[in-house]
């Protein structure tokens, strides 16, 4: 999984609790991503990352947050875990090409799948 | 949405046989990848074909993009069983190359 790790991997959790997720890579890479996975809408992004600090949000961010206090953790975090929010997180980095063409392919790690009862 | 739709959504065939899957999009894009997924694994990059490509290969897989049409076709020749997984493909945008994922196809290899 291209030096990409997750943190935990299985956690279940109440409603109205706290949540966070932990992305920890090895690559050194500058783009880093939160996606989750839920059955008939594939993956799509809550947060990305383009270096130390800079982040922005994506197409379905309403309630998480994340933060980056160095290149290699990416934190993604639940203020108030809803039922709603119980699916499979992917995190996800990426870095300039081999050709120098800008930021193409991204590595996936392993998951980590959340249940908020 | 800019979601990428993939057709079709499930597909059974046999080992040795070709496996096609097409996917739609809606807007112009930098480029668009494919990959595959295994059950309870992270996703895995395939091939990117940019947008000023139309055709590419690489071992068994062949992409090809009609950015007129916005659409795009990954081929799998002579599968073999350990090709059953889900493919996903996505599309990438804007000056950081966001990409939006389509819904995927689940492809099942029968031995």
Same mark, same amino acid.
């Given at each position: ?6 943190s ?7 409603t109205g609790?706290?949540?966070?997720l932990?992305c920890?890579?090895?690559e050194n890479h ?5 996606y989750?996975?839920?059955p008939?809408?594939?993956l799509?992004?809550?947060?990305y990352?383009?270096?130390?600090k800079?982040?922005d ?6 309630g998480y947050?994340v933060?980056?206090s160095?290149?290699?953790?990416f934190?993604l975090t639940?203020?108030?875990a809803t039922s709603?929010q119980t699916?499979v997180?992917?995190?996800?980095i990426s870095?300039?090409s081999?050709l120098?063409t ?5 590595y996936?790690?392993?998951?980590t799948?959340l249940?908020?009862? | 949405s800019q979601q ?8 059974s065939?046999?080992?040795g ?6 996917c739609?999009y809606?807007?112009s ?9 295994n059950s #309870? =694994?992270?996703? *895995?990059h &395939?091939?990117?074909i940019r947008?000023n490509?139309?055709?590419?290969h690489? #071992? =068994?897989?062949r *992409?090809? &993009?009609d950015?007129?049409?916005?659409s ?5 020749t002579a599968?073999r069983?350990a090709d059953?997984?889900?493919?996903f493909?996505?599309t990438?945008?804007?000056?950081t190359?966001?990409l939006?994922f389509g819904?995927g ?5 029968q031995p």
């Open positions: 999984d291209a030096g990409i790790t997750q935990p991997r299985h956690k279940v959790t109440e609790t706290p949540v966070t932990r920890h890579q090895t500058r783009y880093m991503y939160w989750r996975q839920d008939g809408h594939g799509r992004l809550i947060h990352s383009y270096g130390v800079d982040t949000k994506g197409e379905v961010s309403d947050s933060s980056r160095k290149t290699e953790d934190l639940l203020e108030s709603s699916s997180y992917f995190c996800a870095g300039i081999e120098g800008g930021i193409e392919t991204q996936f790690g392993p998951g799948r249940l908020v009862l | 990428g739709e993939e057709d079709p959504q499930a597909l065939i046999q080992e046989e070709n496996a096609t899957m097409n739609s809606k807007t894009i930098n480029n668009l990848q494919w990959y595959r997924q #309870g =694994r992270g996703l *895995v &395939l091939i990117l947008s490509e139309r055709e590419k690489s #071992g =068994r897989l *992409v090809t &993009l950015t007129s049409k916005k795009s076709s990954l081929l799998i599968s069983a059953t997984a889900s493919y493909c996505a990438g945008f804007g000056a190359n966001k939006i819904t196809t689940l492809l099942a290899v």
